[in-house]
Protein backbone atom coordinates (compact mmCIF):
# COMPACT_ATOMS: atom_id res chain seq x y z
CA UNK A 1 0.00 0.00 0.00
CA UNK A 2 1.35 3.71 -0.69
CA UNK A 3 1.74 5.37 2.47
CA UNK A 4 2.67 8.82 1.11
CA UNK A 5 0.27 11.81 2.43
CA UNK A 6 -2.91 12.01 -0.04
CA UNK A 7 -2.93 15.33 -1.73
CA UNK A 8 -5.77 17.59 -1.58
CA UNK A 9 -7.22 16.56 -4.85
CA UNK A 10 -6.95 12.99 -3.82
CA UNK A 11 -8.63 14.08 -0.48
CA UNK A 12 -11.42 16.42 -2.22
CA UNK A 13 -12.14 12.90 -5.07
CA UNK A 14 -12.39 11.09 -2.08
CA UNK A 15 -14.43 13.18 -0.08
CA UNK A 16 -17.03 13.84 -3.39
CA UNK A 17 -16.95 9.72 -3.73
CA UNK A 18 -18.16 9.53 0.15
CA UNK A 19 -21.38 11.32 -0.06
CA UNK A 20 -24.50 10.02 0.64
CA UNK A 21 -25.55 11.67 -2.61
CA UNK A 22 -25.11 14.28 -5.73
CA UNK A 23 -24.37 17.69 -4.14
CA UNK A 24 -26.38 20.40 -5.93
CA UNK A 25 -24.58 22.87 -8.12
CA UNK A 26 -23.79 25.15 -5.19
CA UNK A 27 -22.77 23.11 -2.67
CA UNK A 28 -20.27 21.27 -5.77
CA UNK A 29 -19.13 24.79 -6.63
CA UNK A 30 -18.04 25.34 -2.48
CA UNK A 31 -16.72 22.07 -2.04
CA UNK A 32 -14.71 22.69 -5.09
CA UNK A 33 -13.43 25.98 -3.92
CA UNK A 34 -12.40 24.66 -0.63
CA UNK A 35 -10.06 22.26 -1.77
CA UNK A 36 -8.44 24.40 -4.37
CA UNK A 37 -8.07 27.80 -2.73
CA UNK A 38 -5.46 28.69 -0.46
CA UNK A 39 -6.96 31.32 2.01
CA UNK A 40 -10.66 29.77 2.84
CA UNK A 41 -14.31 29.98 1.32
CA UNK A 42 -16.90 32.11 2.65
CA UNK A 43 -20.26 30.86 1.99
CA UNK A 44 -23.44 32.66 1.87
CA UNK A 45 -26.43 30.39 1.47
CA UNK A 46 -30.22 30.56 2.53
CA UNK A 47 -30.82 28.01 5.76
CA UNK A 48 -31.83 24.42 4.50
CA UNK A 49 -28.95 24.52 1.52
CA UNK A 50 -26.86 21.71 3.05
CA UNK A 51 -23.94 24.38 4.04
CA UNK A 52 -23.10 21.55 6.24
CA UNK A 53 -21.85 19.30 3.36
CA UNK A 54 -19.99 22.04 2.63
CA UNK A 55 -18.11 22.19 5.88
CA UNK A 56 -17.92 18.67 6.79
CA UNK A 57 -15.00 18.43 3.80
CA UNK A 58 -12.79 20.69 5.43
CA UNK A 59 -13.38 18.46 8.81
CA UNK A 60 -13.06 14.94 6.77
CA UNK A 61 -9.73 16.61 5.03
CA UNK A 62 -8.26 17.14 8.81
CA UNK A 63 -8.91 13.63 9.63
CA UNK A 64 -7.00 12.36 6.25
CA UNK A 65 -4.45 14.50 6.50
CA UNK A 66 -3.98 13.99 10.37
CA UNK A 67 -4.45 17.55 11.38
CA UNK A 68 -6.37 19.27 13.61
CA UNK A 69 -9.79 21.41 12.21
CA UNK A 70 -11.65 23.36 14.48
CA UNK A 71 -15.47 23.85 13.75
CA UNK A 72 -17.21 26.97 15.29
CA UNK A 73 -21.16 27.89 16.42
CA UNK A 74 -22.58 31.10 17.99
CA UNK A 75 -24.47 28.57 20.30
CA UNK A 76 -24.11 25.56 23.28
CA UNK A 77 -27.21 24.32 21.56
CA UNK A 78 -25.84 24.24 17.48
CA UNK A 79 -22.40 23.12 19.55
CA UNK A 80 -23.77 20.16 20.52
CA UNK A 81 -25.86 19.15 17.23
CA UNK A 82 -22.81 20.01 14.99
CA UNK A 83 -20.28 17.60 17.60
CA UNK A 84 -23.18 14.89 17.30
CA UNK A 85 -23.38 15.43 13.41
CA UNK A 86 -19.63 15.49 13.08
CA UNK A 87 -19.16 12.07 15.32
CA UNK A 88 -21.55 10.40 12.86
CA UNK A 89 -20.18 11.76 9.85
CA UNK A 90 -16.34 10.59 11.00
CA UNK A 91 -17.80 7.04 11.90
CA UNK A 92 -19.49 6.91 8.06
CA UNK A 93 -16.02 7.90 7.31
CA UNK A 94 -14.25 5.04 8.18
CA UNK A 95 -13.47 6.56 12.11
CA UNK A 96 -14.18 7.21 15.38
CA UNK A 97 -17.00 8.79 17.16
CA UNK A 98 -13.43 9.68 19.42
CA UNK A 99 -12.23 11.27 16.67
CA UNK A 100 -14.53 13.96 17.21
CA UNK A 101 -14.21 16.66 20.20
CA UNK A 102 -16.82 19.37 21.67
CA UNK A 103 -15.70 21.93 23.88
CA UNK A 104 -17.86 24.53 25.36
CA UNK A 105 -17.84 26.55 28.33
CA UNK A 106 -19.32 23.48 30.78
CA UNK A 107 -18.68 20.79 28.79
CA UNK A 108 -15.30 18.83 27.51
CA UNK A 109 -15.98 15.26 25.40
CA UNK A 110 -12.10 14.39 23.86
CA UNK A 111 -10.83 17.41 23.86
CA UNK A 112 -7.55 16.80 22.09
CA UNK A 113 -9.96 14.95 18.97
CA UNK A 114 -8.30 16.22 15.41
CA UNK A 115 -11.58 17.49 14.75
CA UNK A 116 -13.00 19.90 17.56
CA UNK A 117 -16.71 21.60 17.84
CA UNK A 118 -16.50 24.69 19.78
CA UNK A 119 -18.52 27.57 20.67
CA UNK A 120 -16.79 31.03 19.43
CA UNK A 121 -15.26 32.25 22.76
CA UNK A 122 -13.56 29.14 23.17
CA UNK A 123 -11.44 29.16 19.56
CA UNK A 124 -10.85 33.02 20.89
CA UNK A 125 -9.58 31.90 24.40
CA UNK A 126 -7.47 29.24 22.83
CA UNK A 127 -5.59 31.92 20.59
CA UNK A 128 -5.38 34.27 23.31
CA UNK A 129 -3.00 31.71 25.23
CA UNK A 130 -0.47 30.98 22.65
CA UNK A 131 1.88 29.35 25.54
CA UNK A 132 -0.92 26.36 26.16
CA UNK A 133 -2.54 26.18 22.80
CA UNK A 134 -0.42 25.67 19.48
CA UNK A 135 -2.10 26.16 16.07
CA UNK A 136 0.94 24.54 14.42
CA UNK A 137 -1.33 21.09 13.67
CA UNK A 138 -4.29 22.73 12.93
CA UNK A 139 -5.53 23.78 9.07
CA UNK A 140 -9.10 24.73 9.21
CA UNK A 141 -11.21 26.38 10.83
CA UNK A 142 -15.13 26.52 10.07
CA UNK A 143 -17.41 29.51 11.51
CA UNK A 144 -20.90 28.47 11.08
CA UNK A 145 -23.53 31.22 11.60
CA UNK A 146 -20.95 33.60 10.65
CA UNK A 147 -23.19 36.66 10.44
CA UNK A 148 -22.42 36.59 14.41
CA UNK A 149 -19.80 38.59 13.19
CA UNK A 150 -22.31 41.31 12.86
CA UNK A 151 -23.79 40.91 16.71
CA UNK A 152 -22.84 44.18 18.64
CA UNK A 153 -22.10 42.45 21.61
CA UNK A 154 -20.34 39.40 20.42
CA UNK A 155 -18.98 40.52 16.95
CA UNK A 156 -15.35 41.06 18.50
CA UNK A 157 -15.20 37.50 19.31
CA UNK A 158 -15.24 36.89 15.08
CA UNK A 159 -13.61 39.49 14.73
CA UNK A 160 -10.26 38.94 16.85
CA UNK A 161 -10.01 35.24 15.71
CA UNK A 162 -9.67 36.33 12.29
CA UNK A 163 -6.96 38.62 13.04
CA UNK A 164 -4.96 35.90 15.24
CA UNK A 165 -5.69 32.69 13.44
CA UNK A 166 -2.10 31.88 11.64
CA UNK A 167 -2.30 32.82 7.89
CA UNK A 168 -1.41 28.79 7.52
CA UNK A 169 -5.13 27.98 8.94
CA UNK A 170 -7.85 28.02 6.21
CA UNK A 171 -11.02 29.53 7.03
CA UNK A 172 -14.74 28.13 5.67
CA UNK A 173 -16.91 30.77 6.54
CA UNK A 174 -20.64 29.91 7.20
CA UNK A 175 -23.79 32.15 7.02
CA UNK A 176 -27.41 32.75 5.61
CA UNK A 177 -27.50 36.11 6.11
CA UNK A 178 -24.10 37.96 5.38
CA UNK A 179 -24.72 41.42 3.52
CA UNK A 180 -27.90 42.17 5.59
CA UNK A 181 -25.19 45.26 6.96
CA UNK A 182 -27.73 47.43 7.09
CA UNK A 183 -31.34 46.50 9.28
Known sequence: SDSSPLSRDDIAERYLEALPYVPYPVQEE?????????????????????????????MFEALHAGKVAYYTTPLIALTEQKFREL????????????HVGLITGNRKVNPDAPVRVVVAEVLLN?????????????????????????????????????????????????????????E
Request: with cysteine; charged share 20%.
Open 87 to 98: QDAAVRWGFTAE
Open 126 to 182: RLLTPEQYDFDQTIAVVMDEFHSFNDPERGVVWELSLAMLPRTVRLLLLSATVGNWV
Open 30 to 58: AILGWFTHEQGVLVCAPTGTGKTLIAEAA
